[in-house]
């Protein structure tokens, strides 16, 4: 006499989570793909240090399938991360990659070209230098003629040809630079006075 059928449900996953995508500049985000036919990781553990130091800390997760928090110390500087994902079969992956932590703005200068303190046309020459010491790059600059209003970014250069606000008088520039985070640097500026008339 047969019984009626019973039965049982198992996964069988043997691959392990995949790394989709490692992070930006500002926030460590992990994402792992459901490789197998299992869940996507259900646990990660990473570690984080500077570059050739010791590790500064370890952090383990349950059960994210996309990870975006903010794990580093304020410190800037380029970190080493270490991480380690496990599916809910147990398959498990490990691997490294570099990050650069960069919340700070760039420095810089402006100055008119030659040092002039004088000029009688409009258009003056510009020698711009900006740095941003071990973050991501200078990328981009504006300008203004009242240090509150900013032309559009433009791309970052040593040398610009800027036009003075019309009327004699002492004319203040003002630059500021941007990094290719968006980090904003402090506001620079330089003075010249514009004199298009003749004596009488």
Same mark, same amino acid.
């Given at each position: 006499?047969?019984? @009626?059928?019973?039965?049982?449900?198992? /996964?069988?996953?043997?691959? !392990? =989570?995949? +790394?989709?995508?490692?992070?930006?500049? %500002?926030?460590?985000? +992990?994402?792992?793909? %459901?490789?197998?036919?299992?869940?996507?990781?259900?646990?990660?553990?990473?570690?984080?240090? #500077? %570059?050739?130091?010791?590790?500064?800390? *370890?952090?383990?997760?349950?059960?994210?399938?996309?990870?975006?928090?903010? /794990? &580093? =110390?304020?410190?800037?500087?380029?970190?080493?991360?270490?991480?380690?994902?496990?599916?809910? !079969?147990?398959?498990?992956?490990?691997?490294?990659?570099?990050?650069?932590?960069?919340?700070?703005?760039?420095?810089?200068?402006?100055?008119?070209?030659?040092?002039?303190?004088?000029?009688?046309?409009?258009?003056?020459?510009?020698?711009?230098?900006?740095?941003?010491?071990?973050?991501?790059?200078?990328? @981009? #600059? %504006?300008? $203004?003629?009242?240090?509150?209003?900013? $032309?559009?970014?433009?791309?970052?250069?040593? *040398?610009?040809?800027?036009?003075?606000? !019309?009327?004699?008088?002492?004319?203040?520039?003002?630059?500021?630079? &941007?990094?290719? +985070?968006?980090?904003?640097? @402090?506001?620079?500026?330089?003075?010249?006075? &514009?004199?298009?008339?003749?004596? !009488?």
């Amino acid at each position: 006499n047969l019984s @009626q059928v019973y039965s049982t449900t198992i /996964i069988l996953d043997t691959i !392990a =989570p995949a +790394l989709v995508s490692a992070g930006s500049n %500002q926030t460590v985000r +992990l994402s792992f793909t %459901q490789a197998g036919a299992a869940s996507d990781a259900n646990s990660m553990t990473y570690s984080w240090s #500077m %570059q050739s130091g010791p590790t500064l800390g *370890t952090v383990t997760f349950g059960s994210p399938t996309d990870l975006s928090t903010t /794990i &580093l =110390p304020s410190l800037d500087g380029t970190y080493v991360i270490r991480f380690t994902a496990t599916d809910a !079969a147990g398959n498990s992956s490990s691997g490294t990659f570099t990050l650069v932590w960069d919340t700070t703005g760039p420095t810089g200068s402006i100055g008119i070209t030659g040092n002039a303190s004088y000029t009688n046309i409009p258009s003056v020459p510009l020698t711009l230098s900006a740095s941003d010491g071990d973050g991501v790059g200078v990328t @981009q #600059m %504006q300008f $203004s003629d009242n240090g509150t209003t900013w $032309s559009t970014a433009e791309a970052y250069a040593a *040398t610009k040809s800027y036009t003075l606000p !019309a009327g004699d008088g002492s004319k203040t520039i003002y630059v500021r630079f &941007l990094d290719s +985070l968006g980090n904003l640097s @402090q506001v620079y500026s330089t003075t010249i006075i &514009l004199d298009t008339i003749a004596p !009488a």
